[in-house]
């Protein structure tokens, strides 16, 4: 993926998240191309989208998405981001509220990157991140695909320099990979690859790009507990 397509897409620490949207992109792929066969175009909701990088990623691959979030704080800029690649026709826009979508059977693919630990830190703990999977379900096809990159605890000192250099570093919830495997149970399928060791601690593009690249030569060859960024791709049930 060229490096301004990256930035659009994924916007900070941009080495290890665009890992996570590669960990995706084989199946997206392999998906479209099988809708595109039936002469169908897949249709998906990215919830949470703000700023329309993961928009772009799905429209990018022929797919009719719905950017969507709670409120139009990000509106303008997904908008501009989507004409910059001639994709408005692509995309429509949606204020939703993740705990309360109003599809049922609607969509093949749902898409969330960095929205679980929004939704359980400041929305009501377990009981709302339950309701907001119960709600993907809901919205999605019988067997279809929800696609999830999001932040991991890490270690002991990520979390303490989250707490020190976050605004939200006290709110936002981070997940262990057991625990979030666990809140996904009820989907049939689940695969997920970790990534990311120090590049969370780059501050500034330099030092995030060394340190980024550092990790994608080694981080393998740590405990996946270690690392800070998950990427998920879950089948839901046929019925």
């Avoid at 719905?66 to 204020?95: P, Q, T």
């Avoid at 991991?152 to 709110?171: A, I, Q, Y």
């Avoid at 120090?198 to 330099?206: A, C, H, M, N």
């Amino acid at each position: 993926m060229e490096k301004t397509l990256q930035k659009d897409i994924v916007e900070w620490d941009i080495v290890n998240w665009s890992r996570a949207l590669d960990f995706w992109d084989n199946k997206a792929t392999e998906l479209v191309a099988s809708f595109l066969s039936e002469n169908k175009t897949p249709k998906v909701l990215d919830l949470g989208g703000r700023n329309g990088g993961i928009s772009l990623f799905w429209a990018l691959k022929g797919c009719d998405v719905v950017w969507s979030d709670i409120d139009e704080s990000g509106l303008e800029n997904a908008k501009n981001l989507h004409r910059k690649y001639g994709l408005e026709d692509r995309v429509r826009y949606e204020i939703v509220n993740s705990l309360n979508i109003p599809y049922t059977g609607e969509f093949d693919i749902i898409c969330l990157k960095s929205v679980m630990g929004a939704v359980y830190g400041e929305c009501g703990g377990q009981k709302a991140l339950e309701q907001m999977i119960q709600q993907i379900q809901k919205a999605l096809k019988p067997g279809g695909y929800l696609f999830i990159a999001e932040n991991l605890e890490g270690s002991r000192l990520h979390m303490f320099l989250r707490k020190k250099l976050r605004k939200w570093g006290s709110t936002w919830h981070y997940f262990s990979i057991s625990e979030l495997k666990e809140d996904l149970s009820s989907f049939k399928d689940i695969h997920a690859d970790s990534f990311g060791l120090i590049g969370l601690f780059g501050r500034g593009s330099f030092l995030n790009k060394l340190f980024s690249s550092f990790d994608k030569k080694f981080d393998h060859k740590v405990s996946e507990n270690k690392r800070y960024i998950i990427s998920l791709i879950c089948r839901s049930g046929d019925q």
